[in-house]
């Protein structure tokens, strides 16, 4: 070849190369994703200053959903909730419906598509750095960090919340032998004060949260159960947080005829409506919120009070639990109580039932009555306590008045009057005692004697009543025919001194709710054996 056509061909090429990209293929360009090489089956390349990859390394190494569409000449990116948009040759691609103008198209070369490698990556969060020395692109997927997990009481049951940083995307599965509940978090770092939550209640013994894999990251909540729950899945908060609402269940029921007591065994605190019916006689409790964790089924019992008990799903959204005790003949009341495991209802075969009793808390208003060692009033423990038997004695089925329902001032006299009225079947004046002396401690029931004697045996049977229920010193039934409310009063009436506000210890006692539920219970036994015969 002489030198001439060199010359020629020189030119020749110094005037075509402006025709092509500015391409770099002179050496391999490096792939490395979340720590890991990639090698594409066509090699990455950079075109003006970008690089490019085929897109199946979108699909398979960031999680991304990819659809190609032919005719369109169009690339389809899904991840999570965003949606990403890409033409071949053309410069403008979309982002959640957002046009954004790229530095480089997506192109077909060798016959794969390519795309972007920066703009792909981190429209879908990831983090793309450029090594020179290497001639590396690294990315690193942005994992989320679990930044909360906490059980908390909800309407009509309990709810998990995991918290994370950015959109959670996770697998539940329920486990046996032992029962556990897994929630599994992709592409998720554990950054929470405590891996480890006691719980002890609604059916979940505690909740473990740890990191379960690095490579990917995969965090694990673990539920550790005392039997398998019912739950439904939201998210919030563009699914950055998942809530798990935990289905309250009730998981059967029986009863103890010595005790006269209906068990319903449950998981969680719910919430419940009572209603009698008539004809035939049935008490129906509707469980609110609750899934019935066993098949529908009815408890034959047949005894003097109770036929059966059924149990089904009344209701599904929402979901109510009904069930219905189908009686023999009408009860004289009920008290329902509910337990972390069981609602227990406990049936009166009441001698109360349709009884007007009139309860006297003593004192009241600009009359304060005693004072504690500790400075409370007699006139508010005496309402307390009275309000107390008034549930019980309702429950029983019977009319129940009060000589005052508040912080209200009436004589002796006037409450005489008012019990007069009312024309009750029984008069019960409730007051806590006082004296000089410290030592002094004890329950004393007093009255006035009459010619019928029925003073005297109400006296002595809540007397007798107070003493078992309180364990109390017995100081005995008291005459005191010099009491205006009990003398006045046209029906069998006492006044109970339940114990002494004086005394350090016995004030002790009488300042604990539950010491004056207890006094509250004793005067309702002593009624319903008084009535009883």
């Known amino acids: 070849m002489n030198n001439k056509t060199c010359i020629i061909i020189l030119l020749i090429l110094v005037i075509i190369s402006p025709i092509f990209p500015k ?6 360009i490096n792939l490395v994703i979340n720590g ?35 005719d369109s000449k169009t690339v389809n990116i899904t991840y999570h909730n965003d949606k990403i948009i890409l033409k071949i040759d053309n410069k403008n691609a979309y982002i959640n419906d957002t046009v954004v103008e790229l530095d480089v198209t ?75 509940l897994i929630i599994d978090v992709k592409d998720a770092v554990v950054h929470v004060e405590s891996n480890l939550i006691s719980v002890g209640k609604f059916g979940i013994n505690q909740i473990r949260i740890g990191q379960f894999q690095t490579n990917p990251h995969i965090a694990r909540i673990v539920l550790d159960l005392e039997n398998e729950v019912r739950y439904e899945i939201e998210t919030e908060q563009d699914g950055e947080i998942i809530l798990l609402n935990f289905i309250n269940t009730i998981e059967g029921a029986d009863y103890d005829p010595e005790q006269n007591i209906i068990s319903i065994y449950k998981i969680g605190k719910v919430d419940y409506n009572v209603f009698e019916l008539a004809n035939p006689e049935r008490l129906v409790i509707d469980i609110n919120g609750a899934y019935l964790n066993t098949k529908s089924e009815a408890i034959e019992i047949s005894d003097d009070t109770i036929k059966r008990i059924r149990l089904a799903q009344f209701q599904t959204d929402p979901h109510i639990v009904r069930v219905v005790i189908d009686l023999d003949k009408k009860i004289g009341g009920y008290n329902l109580i509910e337990k972390d495991k069981e609602i227990c209802l406990l049936l009166y075969n009441s001698s109360l039932a349709g009884k007007r009793i009139i309860i006297d808390p003593g004192h009241g208003g600009d009359d304060p009555g ?71 401690n004890g329950t004393e029931t007093l009255y006035c004697p009459n010619n019928t004697g ?10 007798r009543e107070l003493i078992k229920q309180l364990g109390s010193v017995n100081r005995g039934i008291k005459e005191r025919p010099g009491l ?16 002494f506000m004086s005394n ?9 709710p539950e010491y004056r539920q207890m006094a509250a219970q004793a005067i309702y036994n002593a009624l319903t054996k008084y009535f009883g015969g």
């Open 370 to 440: 005693a004072t504690s060692i500790s400075g409370v009033y007699e006139k508010v423990l005496t309402l307390d306590t009275a309000e107390r038997l008034k549930t019980l004695l309702k429950r029983s089925g019977a009319e129940v008045y009060m000589t005052r329902e508040g912080d209200t001032s009436i004589r002796g006299p006037v409450r005489a009057e008012v019990a007069n009225k009312i024309n009750g079947d029984v008069l019960i004046s409730i007051h806590y005692n006082s004296h000089i002396n410290p030592a002094i």
């Open 454 to 463: 029925a003073n005297k045996k109400l006296a002595e049977v809540v007397q």
């Open 23 to 28: 391409s770099v293929q002179a050496a391999e």
């Open 36 to 70: 890991e090489e990639i090698k594409p089956d066509v090699p990455p390349t950079i075109l003006n200053g970008r690089t490019l990859v085929p897109v199946r390394v979108i699909s398979e190494t960031l999680g991304a959903y990819v659809e190609w569409e032919a």
């Open 484 to 499: 205006v409310l009990l003398r006045e009063a046209n029906m069998p009436s006492v006044m109970a001194e339940v114990g």
């Open 504 to 512: 350090r210890n016995e004030e002790q006692k009488i300042l604990n």
């Open 106 to 180: 997506a192109k077909t070369i060798n016959g794969r598509t390519m795309v972007p490698i920066r703009f792909i990556s981190e429209a879908l969060g990831a983090e793309v750095k450029w090594v020179e020395e290497s001639r590396t692109v690294e990315i690193d997927k942005r994992s989320s960090k679990i930044t909360g997990v906490s059980l908390k009481e909800s309407d009509y049951g309990h709810q998990l919340q995991i918290k994370g940083t950015a959109p959670l995307e996770y697998e539940i599965k329920m486990m046996s032998d032992p029962e556990r």
